[in-house]
């Protein structure tokens, strides 16, 4: 009788999971991409319209298949949308949308029928990945693995700051997630909370979209950087300082922001006091300037103190002050959420963060992958199609010993 080998089960359809399971499918291993929404890329398909990655086409192509001229240097959310649908099709990915994976269990052994090992044989006794997982998945499902790659999103969960008066606040709130464009807001006074990426183009946006007032809350001075110079991507310098020291590369990120970035200083944004790789090591990569700096100088974006609270219709900011803006758009960021998916199994860091990413699995979890847990300073779609090969490279090594 022949047996069914177990698969690899990789975790969420976005760049990160669809490219480890074209790297695995290309080594000969058979990877199953389990989606809780209706379709790969739901995260891209959720950003707001005028989004564009502001990494390159070129370096944020995944692994086998390039982005097309056609797409432009810096490409749209819908570019990256098809892109992705593209993507899973070219490679021929298998592909199980709408069910979630709510927990992950090492399997104690193999199930009946099922003591093959999915990653090219082994029985688990041999390869160093133990039984393999169980997944639980939504509907009661119990899926057996032989290794699993989590590739749920660093952007996972809202992150609301839980400010006194919040659930009592009698204005509009919303999360930047639910943001699209800036129709309903034209002619409205709008506060922007947190400036990194996402809050700072959100609040051009306004600008350009007709509101009447926009503020950006700024609790800490953002690094910003030109996207290019010159025809120079600054993600070509993000790869090309990424190993240095990050004394080193503080140094030069200061001088190169002094020539290239004007002090805004005098309109309420003035220049980090910490320094920006350490900044990134810390998980706040710099702002891309895709219009902030102008905005700011011409006085449509005003910077003011962070929010402290709310009170009834008002927002209480840092230096004392109240204000009763229209709307309140947080962009103050994403949660991993690993926690009900993983937590028990010891691999999490304190701050809920994997332990272990790419080809590394955790010593007590072996046969556990992560990619797209990192904010790296040299752009996340082309850490993910590096982690990737490399993750495809550990399994198939494992598989080829325990099949050995
Ligand atoms: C506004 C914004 C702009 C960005 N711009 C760039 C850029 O220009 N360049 C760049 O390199 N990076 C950029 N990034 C960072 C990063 O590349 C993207 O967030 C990218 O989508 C991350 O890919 P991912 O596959 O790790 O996660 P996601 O794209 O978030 O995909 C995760 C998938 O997992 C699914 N999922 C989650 N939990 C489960 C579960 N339990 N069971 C089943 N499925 C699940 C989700 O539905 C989702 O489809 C940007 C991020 C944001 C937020």
């Known amino acids: ?89 070219f490679h021929e990915l298998e592909l199980v949308t709408g069910v979630e994976v709510t927990r992950i269990e090492p399997a104690t052994s193999g199930p009946e029928g099922e003591s093959g090992n999915g990653a090219g044989g082994g029985n688990g006794d041999g390869d160093g990945d133990g039984d393999g997982w169980i997944l639980h998945a939504s509907g009661g499902r119990e899926l057996a693995a032989a290794a699993v790659v989590i590739a749920t999103g660093y952007n996972h969960t809202l992150a609301l700051p839980d400010w006194p008066g919040r659930d009592t606040y009698e204005g509009r709130l919303l999360h930047a997630r639910e943001y699209r464009n800036p129709q309903p807001y034209a002619g409205q006074d709008v506060l922007v909370v947190g400036v990194g990426n996402t809050g700072a183009e959100i609040a051009v946006d306004l600008v350009e979209g007709g509101a009447a007032r926009v503020r950006l809350a700024v609790r800490t001075a953002p690094h910003i950087m030109r996207r290019s110079t010159a025809g120079w991507p600054a993600q070509r310098s993000g790869i090309l300082v990424r190993r240095l020291p990050a004394r080193l590369v503080d140094r030069l990120g200061a001088l190169v922001a002094k020539a290239s970035v004007p002090d805004l200083s005098a309109y309420g944004l003035p220049r980090p006091t910490t320094g920006l790789y350490s900044r990134v090591k810390q998980g706040s990569i710099p702002v891309q300037d895709v219009g902030l700096i102008d905005a700011v100088r011409g006085g449509t974006v005003e910077p003011v103190a962070a929010v402290e609270a709310f009170d009834g219709a008002e927002v209480v900011l840092a230096d004392g002050s109240r204000i009763t803006p229209d709307a309140v758009i947080a962009a103050t960021g994403y949660r991993r959420a690993l926690e009900g998916l993983v937590g028990h199994l010891g691999v999490l860091d304190e701050r809920g963060r994997p332990r272990t990413h790419g080809a590394r699995t955790p010593e007590q979890a072996p046969g556990l992958y992560f990619t797209g847990f990192s904010n790296p300073i040299s752009g996340m779609f082309r850490e993910m199609a590096l982690d990737a090969e490399k993750i495809a490279k550990a399994v198939a090594r494992r598989a080829a010993k325990g099949a050995a």
């Open 1 to 89: 009788m022949t047996t069914q080998p177990r698969p690899v089960y990789v975790i969420g359809a976005g760049p990160g999971g669809l490219a480890a399971a074209a790297a695995l499918r290309a080594r000969g291993v058979r990877a199953v991409v389990v989606e809780k929404s209706d379709g790969v890329g739901a995260s891209w398909r959720r950003h707001y319209d005028r989004l564009r990655l502001h990494t390159t086409r070129r370096l944020s192509a995944l692994p086998g298949l390039p982005m097309p001229r056609r797409f432009g240097r810096w490409v749209s959310r819908d570019d990256v949308v098809r892109y992705l649908e593209k993507y899973a099709e």
